[in-house]
């Protein structure tokens, strides 16, 4: 199985920018959809983006327009631009890869899971 790492986590004020960043190892991730997705305190994980090998990606509401997620497969990395930031985007942010015939906004639709990194905007 690919093994997942993530990265680039931290504090940030409200408007600023962040890219976070995943590294995959095991195995190539070019089969595989790439996402990500956030867990604050108390809550449930929800999706974020995906981002599939034709490079086609899907976002949520609450973020498209600020969030840019990529891939670079030559690489074996995944990453996600984060601008203008707010508070409500704090939390932990998990990268996942899964295949491309299960949901995509469901955690359920990925095999694959980073450790997470933590993300806080203040206000």
């Known amino acids: 199985q690919v093994q997942l790492v993530e990265s680039g986590g931290g504090l940030v004020q409200a408007g600023g920018s962040l890219r976070l960043s995943c590294a995959a190892s095991?195995?190539?991730?070019?089969?595989?959809?790439m996402a990500w997705f956030r867990q604050a305190p108390g809550m449930e994980r929800v999706f974020v983006s995906a981002?599939?090998?034709?490079?086609?990606?899907h976002y949520s509401d609450s973020v498209m327009g600020r969030f840019t997620i990529s891939r670079d497969d030559a690489k074996n990395m995944a990453y996600l631009q984060m601008n203008s930031l707010k508070p409500e985007d704090t939390g932990v942010y998990y990268c996942a890869a899964g295949p491309h015939w299960t949901s995509t906004t469901s955690s359920q639709g990925y095999d694959n899971w980073g450790q997470g990194t933590q993300v806080t905007v203040s206000s």
């Open positions: 095991g195995r190539t991730i070019s089969s595989y959809r």
């Open positions: 981002i599939w090998s034709g490079l086609m990606t």
